[in-house]
Structure formats: C-alpha cells, structure tokens
C-alpha cells in the first residue's frame, strides 16, 4: 500500500470516529440548551459568522498598522 493510500485510511478512520462523536456532542448540546437543531445550527452559525467578522476587523487593522 503506498503512502496515498494509507493517508486515505487513516483520513476515513478518523472521520468514520469523529461523525458519530459530533453527532452525540450536538445532542447533548440540543438537549442541555431545549432547543431543536434548526435553532442551534442558527447559534452556531451566528457565532461562526460573528467570530470571522471580528477576525477579518483584526486582520484589516494589522494591515493598516493600527493596534
């Protein structure tokens, strides 16, 4: 097997462990905030959107070389 190949196995390994483990982490999450998995995925995204925004004003500043 080369080298690609076992890099492929390993990449599929790991996300054959890691689907299942989002999915039960997402529940759990589901269940501790009583919300439906629509309205979690929207706070999540909120946040996701929110903390690129806030990465992107910080990247913008350093060009300018403001602090």
Do not use: C, Y
């Amino acid at each position: 097997m080369s080298s690609v190949g076992r890099t492929t196995a390993t990449t599929q390994s790991r996300r054959l462990f890691a689907s299942p483990a989002a999915s039960i982490k997402l529940e759990k999450l589901r269940f501790a905030r009583k919300l439906n998995h629509f309205a979690l995925k929207a706070k999540i995204d909120w946040a996701a959107s929110k903390a690129a925004w806030i990465e992107l004003g910080k990247m913008k500043r350093a060009e300018r070389g403001v602090t």
